[in-house]
């Protein structure tokens, strides 16, 4: 492997965590506007911890 695919690895990689952060913070305010839609039902709003455990 040469220096320049070593680098591009890393740029991959980096390019994965923010999308992936992305994911986490569309995915929690998806579950956010669920939870003030339905304020009084909780049981069908997933809690937001057992999602972003799922993602990383």
Do not use: C, G, Q
Request: hydrophobic content about 45%; proline content about 2%; glycine content about 0%.
């Amino acid at each position: 492997m040469e220096a320049s695919d070593l680098k591009r690895i890393r740029e991959l990689k980096a390019e994965n965590v923010k999308f992936k952060r992305m994911y986490a913070n569309l995915t929690l305010e998806n579950i956010l506007m669920k939870a003030a839609a339905f304020r009084d039902d909780y049981s069908r709003v997933e809690h937001p911890f057992h999602v972003i455990e799922r993602i990383f």
